[in-house]
């Protein structure tokens, strides 16, 4: 199985540079700009400042086994439909997720409110988001910006609107019990820990989802489909590489796959190539889950992180509907540090 990862970090310096340039993996295939396949039509700027990539075929084929797994981990986590399962993968956008708490399913409400403060604390302007016109880039079906930036970095893009960053939030906080019982019952606190969320998403990334390029974290690193791609002139592998936008790992996503489905972790993370170094399959996962949520009101990896932190508080708030707001929003500030 095939998935694609990356490093996340905010603009410099990222806590997540320190990670990826401190351990050395074998150098699996460095490509050369030889290698290269050759750029969209509309991306006509020169590739060499671009991470160093696969050829363009291998890129999307990598992309199109990231979707056939997700179909295929749904359809082997609910063969019945009576089982009380969770299908998560990216393709399929109906499917309430499973809180790990008390109350055992999540609220299926559509969509809920998004707080203007939200939207506010992600609405800086992504530091990269320079110079840019609009281009294509390879398969990816979504609007994307070639920007160049600093000191005359380029990278493509396609960072999501801050307003759309804010339902992934909403949604995911549905799962942090102790965080939804606030929703009506103190909308204060609420609030205050959505825009945490936010601020920690804002920390890590910048709301940037670099798909192919430049990331200055106070070092430059190349990134590819979300993850970073290498450290300094080394291409093609990567320490964490945590995932974009809200820098999840492949060890959160299958704590949250194995939580939720019949998939065990070790069996996830062997798909994923482990747990650190360059992997395909978790970089085109990572890239085909930001396209799955591109024009949806959830992201599954806002979910996993969201299902993570209320494993953590629950012992704290066995009761979460009578849980002290102000407590609980230094529970979530824990569990969502800002950088």
């Known amino acids: 199985m095939v998935l694609l990862v990356g490093c996340s970090g905010a603009p410099a310096p990222s806590v997540d540079a320190s990670p990826d340039a401190g351990v050395a993996f074998d150098d699996v ?15 006509t700027g020169p590739m060499a400042v671009d991470a160093p990539t696969r050829d363009a075929a291998a890129l999307d084929a990598a992309v199109r086994d990231a979707a056939a797994l997700d179909a295929a ?20 956008r109906d499917v309430p997720a499973r809180v790990d708490a008390p109350t055992a399913d999540r609220p299926t409400t559509p969509s809920l409110p998004v707080p203007s403060a939200l939207v506010r604390a992600l609405s800086a302007r992504p530091y990269v988001e320079g110079a840019c016109r609009p281009v294509t880039w390879r398969s990816w079906p979504h609007p994307a910006q070639r ?15 801050p307003a759309r960053v804010g339902a992934w939030i909403v949604d995911a906080a549905e799962l942090i019990a102790p965080v939804a019982a606030l929703r009506t019952r103190d909308p204060a606190n609420y609030e205050a820990c959505l825009v945490r969320i936010a601020q920690h998403t804002m920390s890590q990334s910048s709301r940037i989802f670099p798909l192919e390029g430049q990331i200055d974290e106070g070092q430059v690193f190349p990134f590819l489909m979300g993850v970073t791609y290498g450290v300094g002139s080394r291409t093609g592998f990567c320490g ?23 998939v065990s972790q070790a069996t996830c993370l062997a798909g994923y190539g482990g747990t650190s170094g360059w992997d395909d399959a978790w970089a085109a996962h990572c890239l085909q889950n930001h396209s799955a949520s591109w024009e949806a009101s959830f992201n599954p990896h806002y979910r996993a992180q969201a299902w993570i932190a209320n494993r953590a ?12 707001g102000a407590a609980v929003l230094r529970a979530i500030e824990g569990s969502y540090p800002v950088f």
Do not use: K
């Open 29 to 43: 295939g460095s490509p050369t700009i030889e290698d290269l396949g050759p750029p969209s039509p509309t991306d």
């Open 73 to 92: 981990v749904r359809d082997a986590t609910a063969p019945d439909a009576s089982r009380d399962v969770v299908a998560l993968d990216v393709v399929a």
């Open 147 to 161: 920007c160049t930036y600093g000191a005359g970095l380029v990278v493509t893009v396609a960072n999501p609107t």
């Open 240 to 262: 964490t590489c945590y995932c974009r936008i809200n820098s999840l790992t492949r060890d959160e996503w299958c704590r949250y796959l194995a939580g939720t489905t019949s």
């Open 313 to 324: 508080l629950r012992s704290s708030f066995p009761n979460p509907a009578t849980a002290s």
